[in-house]
């Protein structure tokens, strides 16, 4: 069956702009993550969706950060007056509810000006 | 921050060699991932290990945990040119209630050479 998507799979801002990425998990998968990979080093937590609900965002930098999953399905992260230091590439992942194994997108590469 | 460290940082190997990646962590575990990535993009998830068991096999992929030692081994036989990527260990905590959340290290990069 159809993995995670993401789009857009590269996105190029100035910096201050305002960006949304996009997920669409796995069917059926309740639990939706977000992480973030700086260069050279591995995904970093960022934010836990079960079902709508964001159950744990201890992982968002700061407040121009946020994300949403107003059905329960797809996810959107969005990023207000992007900075320099945004620039990375967020990763996507959903987890069927009871199973331990996280199943990741492709990712966006994103790049601040 | 990051739990697992990984060890070595960047590890090249001939075709037909066996590759072995650590991962050191430092608090208790619900369970311990090994992931490979390709090219800085997608993860792929190989092989999990729970905090009661010790080695765990999957085709040419060895794992060893070890929590007195609050360590994990990976171990690829066999090594092909196509097993080239970047490997991270990640651990689910055992307490503390986020065992939903994965904390992952820095990685290995494996180079395997023709």
């Known amino acids: 069956g159809a993995g995670v998507s993401q789009t857009p799979s590269n996105k190029v801002t100035e910096k201050g702009k305002y960006v949304e990425l996009r997920c669409d998990p796995i069917?059926?998968?309740?639990?939706l993550y977000w992480y973030r990979q700086s260069l050279g080093q591995g995904p970093e937590f960022l934010i836990y969706f079960q079902g709508t609900g964001a159950a744990d965002d201890s992982g968002l930098p700061n407040d121009r950060f946020f994300a949403v999953r107003p059905e329960g399905s797809v996810s959107t992260l969005k990023i207000q007056r992007t900075e320099r230091g945004d620039s990375a590439v967020y990763l996507c992942?959903?987890?069927?509810?009871?199973?331990?194994?996280?199943?990741f997108g492709p990712g966006t590469r994103l790049t601040v000006l | 921050s990051q739990q697992g460290e990984e060890d070595p940082q960047a590890l090249s190997i001939q075709e037909g060699e066996n590759a072995t990646m650590n991962c050191s962590y430092k608090?208790?575990?619900?369970?311990l991932q090994w992931y490979r990535q390709n090219s800085g993009r997608g993860l792929v998830h190989l092989i999990l290990?729970?905090?009661?068991?010790r080695e765990k096999h999957s085709g040419r992929l060895r794992v060893t945990l070890d929590t007195s030692k609050k360590s994990s081994s990976l171990l690829i036989t066999a090594s092909r040119a196509a097993d080239t990527a970047s490997y991270f260990c990640a651990t689910v905590p055992g307490s503390g209630g986020s065992n939903y959340k994965l904390t992952f290290g820095k990685g290995t990069l494996l180079t395997v050479n023709p």
């Open positions: 992942a959903s987890k069927l509810a009871g199973t331990d194994t996280q199943y």
């Open positions: 069917s059926g998968h309740t639990a």
């Open positions: 290990i729970r905090s009661n068991e």
């Open positions: 608090t208790s575990i619900n369970n």
